[in-house]
């Protein structure tokens, strides 16, 4: 794994190592319910789980929070989708913040510019695409084809999109290479491990979600 994902920690069920940036991070919290740490900063020591819905389950039905803690360790009801909930409503800050700061166009013909001339409304290269994911096909593919080496990502809805940015809707939408880009595009492949969906959607052009980014993060969801 490249050292630029950070330290690394190992997944309680698989036993594989990968970037804490990939995976899922867990505490014992009050009444020794297990907690979802969505930004890595909750206290107490972390149980670490890769981003993909198998090992979530596996991990809540098989009593392997608890044998990793050597502790009591009580998985609720709707811990799976607790995860899913509190990823995407990072994802979907993410995308607010990136618009604040002046990192994020959107629309369908500043878009289509923006990818087209390799360039933001700051002059950046696209990091990464956002497609909504009920928008129209053709017009993801038209816009997807004219960015080929950049990544996508199709896992919310336009009302979403739109809510995040301040819009009733939105469908496309483009952030700028550089941290916000990134950042989002981490919490973006583990929500996509998590939903156990592919991270550019129904629609594959044999680019976007296939291939490494320039980010150096993997190009699959494990």
């Not at 907690?35 to 789980?49: E, N, Q, T």
């Not at 993909?52 to 998985?75: I, Y």
């Not at 990818?115 to 096909?137: C, F, H, R, S, Y």
């Not at 929500?191 to 680019?207: E, H, K, M, R, Y």
Request: glycine share 12%; net charge positive; charged share 25%.
């Amino acid at each position: 794994m490249s050292k630029a994902l950070g330290p690394e920690r190992r997944c309680l069920v698989s036993g594989e190592t990968k970037p804490c940036a990939e995976m899922l991070r867990f505490v014992i919290g009050p009444d020794d319910v297990v907690v979802f740490d969505v930004a890595g900063k909750l206290p107490g020591r972390g149980l670490w789980l890769s981003a993909r819905l198998d090992m979530l389950k596996t991990a809540a039905a098989k009593g392997s929070f608890a044998r990793a803690a050597k502790a009591r360790a009580k998985v609720t009801d709707t811990l799976v989708a607790d995860v899913a909930r509190l990823l995407r409503a990072r994802c979907l800050d993410r995308i607010g913040l990136a618009r604040r700061a002046g990192d994020l166009v959107q629309g369908y013909d500043n878009v289509r510019a923006s990818v087209k001339g390799k360039g933001t409304a700051k002059g950046n290269a696209p990091g990464v695409l956002i497609e909504a994911a009920d928008g129209g096909e053709d017009g993801r593919e038209k816009v997807m084809r004219l960015a080929p080496g950049v990544a996508v990502v199709a896992l919310f809805t336009a009302e979403e999109i739109g809510r995040a940015i301040g819009r009733d809707n939105a469908v496309h939408a483009v952030i700028s290479q550089g941290k916000m880009a990134k950042a989002f595009l981490q919490d973006a492949r583990r929500l996509a491990g998590v939903l156990d969906q592919p991270l550019a959607g129904n629609v594959n052009l044999g680019g976007p979600e296939n291939k490494a980014d320039q980010f150096g993060l993997s190009s699959k969801t494990e």
